[in-house]
């Protein structure tokens, strides 16, 4: 043995851990049956809150260097998808709460007043790193993000509002990407006369389809509209700064065009990697929603429409947050802007080159 032995459960600290379970139940009477399996559950969460955001803050370092090592980005990759997979574990977890049924949670739940998720630091710390800053928080959610924590705790993740998140790591990350103009060659201006294409396409289908009834075919024409003037922000200066600095936008307009970019060009070689960081930050916004709404679902089981141990409106604040609080809602917003490959540009052959790999032999 090269090092000194150690014991299976002293590696583990589980006389620490299995000893953490204390039931307020317990101490100030009867003991409730189910109160050891809510601790437990959320102490699981909170072990793996730790883990996650071991991930993030090494992500985060990968991601911020300038250029990022390409070699990195598979390992950014890795560490986000286990995020995504433990995202699954912890949206698993809720089922096993719901085998507690409402009676049996209310035989502690006075007991824990006025404890609550809200103050789950780790959890804040998670939202905070990924890109969830205060300013982009409802009005209710800074409420009670501030008036249920200690002054230390509180400190902490003001502190941590400073810091740079993946979400502007990212960002920073996009806008350096080379291939969307160049001396010779604009895409953006291929893209746009491509889009026009599409769209006086789409509107001469819509107005020579006889099937549609005049109201029908006036609702379709204005999400036409709609549609172009999406496109129209995307490419005026002006009106996307507005929108970015009312945080409408959380990407800048060069970056959300170099995302726009990757997902078009997708299957060359040197974008298979970006792609799947986006797919990956799509993901955990997605798994996060849905733990969230899941969360919101089984308070209003569990409490109805009674106030949460917090002080919160229970499952109404719940499911108010799990739409507000998505961090990278700006990369699903990318459909909008993708186009058939039938009407995708064609790429030159100098900007070509760099896409793909290319190696030839010495013999």
């Not at 620490?16 to 139940?25: G, M, P, T, W």
């Not at 390992?75 to 409402?102: A, F, G, W, Y």
């Not at 035989?107 to 969830?132: C, N």
């Amino acid at each position: 043995m090269k090092y000194p032995p150690i014991y299976y459960s002293d590696y583990l600290g589980l006389d620490k851990v299995l000893n953490a379970q204390d039931l307020k139940s317990k101490e100030y009477g009867k003991e409730a049956h189910e109160e050891t399996l809510f601790i437990i559950t959320h102490q699981a969460y909170e072990l793996w809150f730790k883990q996650i955001l071991h991930e993030i803050k090494s992500v985060n370092v990968l991601i911020s260097e300038n250029p990022v090592n390409p070699n990195s980005l598979g390992i950014i990759n890795h560490r986000l998808n286990r995020i995504v997979q433990i995202q699954k574990v912890l949206n698993e977890q809720l089922t096993i709460m719901e085998t507690m049924s409402s009676s049996e949670f209310m035989e502690f739940r006075d007991y824990l007043v006025p404890a609550s998720g809200f103050q789950s630091v780790q959890f804040r710390k998670i939202e905070i790193m990924l890109g969830l800053k205060q300013k982009y928080r409802l009005g209710i959610d800074k409420q009670f993000f501030n008036a249920r924590l200690r002054e230390e705790d509180k400190k902490d993740l003001l502190a941590l509002e400073e810091e740079p998140t993946l979400l502007e790591n990212i960002e920073k990350w996009l806008e350096r990407m080379p291939f969307g103009t160049s001396k010779k060659y604009d895409f953006w201006n291929e893209y746009q006369n491509a889009i026009n294409s599409m769209l006086q396409s789409d509107k001469e289908v819509i107005e020579n389809n006889q099937t549609l009834h005049p109201k029908e075919k006036e609702f379709e024409l204005n999400n036409l509209d709609s549609t172009k003037k999406s496109f129209d922000i995307l490419f005026d200066d002006e009106s996307y700064k507005k929108l970015y600095q009312n945080n409408e936008f959380r990407l800048s307009q060069n970056a959300k065009l170099a995302a726009i970019f990757i997902q078009l060009f997708r299957h060359e070689p040197i974008f298979q990697a970006p792609y799947r960081l986006l797919t990956c930050l799509v993901d955990i916004d997605e798994l996060f929603s849905t733990w969230r709404y899941r969360h919101a679902i089984m308070v209003h089981r569990m409490l109805g429409t009674k106030i949460g141990t917090g002080g919160s409106s229970g499952h109404e604040y719940l499911k108010k947050s799990t739409e507000n609080n998505r961090v990278f809602k700006d990369f699903f917003d990318l459909a909008t802007f993708l186009i058939p490959n039938s009407y995708v540009p064609e790429l030159p052959a100098s900007i070509k080159k760099h896409l793909g790999f290319s190696f030839k032999s010495s013999d």
